[in-house]
């Protein structure tokens, strides 16, 4: 009887967190819905594009922030300073949301090393602590020195972005 009630006791639990998942709205994309008259109950549905970005901007606007200091929830500087560094690799992946920019495998001008790169900014001040730099190379990990250089540059050159900017 007592596993009787302690299955019962784990399925309810399972279900109760299940439902609680599952319980949220599902927002449509514009170019998705359906058309929408006005008097329609949901407010969150859009009748043209138009209405959305006007609403909600578009990725250039929020990329494009020019009075602060962060893109989403990570510092722009330190954003902009890494793909400058770093702009001998493709990007394979970038959300300013997380902070986290996944590099794909390139040479460095004048190496014939491959290199692939993961840079992850964990605040938006432009502190050394908010920037993390992995380097990988064919062999495995780059050095710690080889980090802590590259670490080095965007720092310098996000430093660089700032007071540019604030000179103008």
């Known amino acids: 009887m007592n596993i009787t009630l302690k299955y019962i006791s784990i399925c309810i639990t399972v279900s109760a967190f299940l439902t609680a998942c599952g319980g949220s709205d599902v927002i449509e994309l514009p170019d998705t819905a359906p058309a929408v008259d006005s008097t329609s109950a949901k407010p969150e549905s859009k009748s043209s594009i138009d209405d959305f970005k006007a609403d909600n901007g578009t990725l250039r606007d929020l990329l494009n922030n020019q009075g ?8 722009k500087y330190l954003w902009q300073a890494s793909l400058d560094v770093l702009s001998f690799l493709p990007i394979n992946t970038a959300d300013p949301f997380t ?52 670490e080095n540059a965007i720092l310098s050159r996000a430093r660089e972005l700032r007071i540019a900017q604030a000179k103008l």
Request: avoid cysteine.
């Open 68 to 75: 602060k200091e962060e893109i989403g929830a990570v510092n």
């Open 99 to 150: 902070g986290l920019i996944v590099f794909g495998k390139g040479r460095a001008p004048g190496s014939s090393q491959i290199y692939s790169a993961n840079v992850f900014i964990s605040d938006p001040a432009l502190d050394a602590r908010a920037l993390r730099v992995v380097v990988r190379t064919s062999d495995g990990l780059a050095s710690a020195e080889t980090q802590r250089e590259i």
